[in-house]
């Protein structure tokens, strides 16, 4: 639990981040070894939800502090191929102490190919990573 915690009152429903992201060999089931298909593989779906949750809280989340995936809910929907471009978002729906939860889909030529939703806990950076440091062997 973080102590002395005060959340920024820039946290609030609806902040919102969308970017377009063009599919990469890179970026396949096939190269991140989730599958054989040489097309948008489900760890990138994330990936990409993921990085549209910190871009909506980017400027809204107080200094010394940062965000951690904490829950995934993912429906990959449609097959996009390599050299295709995808629209990704991602709106803070719900503020819950320090948890977040925000609604991400991804479009690929208008058609819904990905929806989900990311959890997003509030965390005290120094705190987070010392913790971490002395989990290390």
């Known amino acids: 639990m973080v102590q002395n915690w005060r959340m920024s009152a820039a946290?609030?429903?609806?902040?919102h981040a969308a970017f377009s992201y063009t599919v990469a060999d890179a970026d396949t089931a096939a190269a991140l070894e989730s599958g054989l298909v040489p097309v948008l593989s489900t760890p990138r779906v994330l990936a990409l939800?993921?990085?549209?949750t910190v871009?909506?809280?980017e400027g809204a989340v107080e200094p010394g502090t940062?965000?951690?995936g904490a829950k995934v809910e993912l429906e990959h929907l449609l097959a996009?191929?390599?050299g295709a471009p995808v629209e990704v978002s991602a709106t803070l729906e719900r503020v819950d102490?320090?948890?977040?939860?925000f609604a991400c889909q991804v479009d690929d030529a208008g058609r819904l190919a990905?929806?989900?939703r990311v959890t997003r806990v509030l965390v005290d950076l120094?705190?987070?990573?010392a913790g971490v440091a002395a989990r290390r062997p």
């Open 11 to 15: 946290i609030t429903p609806g902040l």
């Open 49 to 52: 939800m993921e990085r549209a």
């Open 55 to 57: 871009e909506a809280l």
């Open 66 to 68: 940062t965000t951690v």
């Open 80 to 82: 996009t191929p390599v």
């Open 97 to 101: 102490g320090r948890r977040l939860e």
């Open 114 to 116: 990905a929806r989900g």
């Open 126 to 129: 120094e705190r987070f990573l």
